[in-house]
């Protein structure tokens, strides 16, 4: 049974739009956390990683929210390119340290 | 670098048949994932293992499903017999540490007729 999940959108959204997804976790244990990107019919693709305080790379920004249990990806100044789905990696869930993939947010962002 | 490299990228076979997958991951890296991607049920691990020794298979479907690693530039991942649920694409990914960055390779599309 998934115990990450995450909204499966799809999220459409204009260029230059500000958009933030979300994926929450059920293990409080749990420990490292990542975002991935995946084209379609591509390869996943790391795009970030989650830190405890948070993290910034050009227009995008992941943080942890540990009390509730959830990571988010925040994404300003949305792109054409930007057009994916966006996984969560969780590592601790099921009280093992294996990754636990989420399903995936689509993002489609139309001129 | 090659990166990860699967072969091969598309099969296509029927029912009952053997289905063999292939992966070199990237050189130098000690961790091997394999993956199994579906709409239904999303990315999930099957296997991976450390320095060629497999770790934890507990996503291994069934006996049907097996994956050895006889050397650090080698993987296969095996079907035997093959059925059409296991139609999917099935993605080899290789990593430094457990829980760091995982490389993925551009995935093998498997049609079980």
């Known amino acids: 049974r998934k115990e990450v999940e995450q909204d499966p959108g799809p999220f459409n959204v204009p260029e230059g739009a500000t958009v933030a997804f979300n994926c929450t976790y059920s293990n409080s244990a749990s420990q490292s956390f990542f975002w991935y990107r995946q084209d379609c019919r591509k390869e996943p693709k790391l795009l970030m990683s989650v830190y405890s305080s948070g993290n910034e790379d050009g227009r995008f920004t992941a943080q942890l929210n540990r009390a509730s249990q959830y990571i988010s990806l925040l994404i300003r100044d949305s792109k054409l390119s930007d057009s994916a789905t966006y996984l969560c990696v969780v590592f601790g869930e099921g009280g093992s340290y294996i990754p636990t993939f989420g399903r995936g947010t689509s993002l489609i962002v139309h001129p | 670098d090659a990166g990860v490299i699967q072969s091969p990228r598309h099969e296509v076979t029927e029912m009952g048949q053997e289905v063999t997958l292939r992966c070199k991951p990237i050189s130098g890296h000690d961790y091997l994932f394999w993956y199994r991607q579906t709409m239904m049920r999303g990315l999930e691990l099957l296997i991976y293992?450390?320095?060629?020794?497999?770790?934890?298979d507990s996503g291994m479907p069934e006996d049907r499903f097996s994956a050895k690693m006889p050397n650090a530039s080698f993987s296969t991942l095996k079907i035997q017999p093959s059925e059409p649920r296991d139609s999917a694409v099935y993605f080899c990914?290789?990593?430094?540490?457990?829980?760091?960055?995982?490389?993925f390779g551009p995935g093998t599309r498997l049609l079980v007729l």
């Open positions: 990914a290789s990593g430094i540490g457990l829980q760091e960055t995982q490389y």
């Open positions: 293992f450390n320095n060629n020794v497999p770790i934890d």
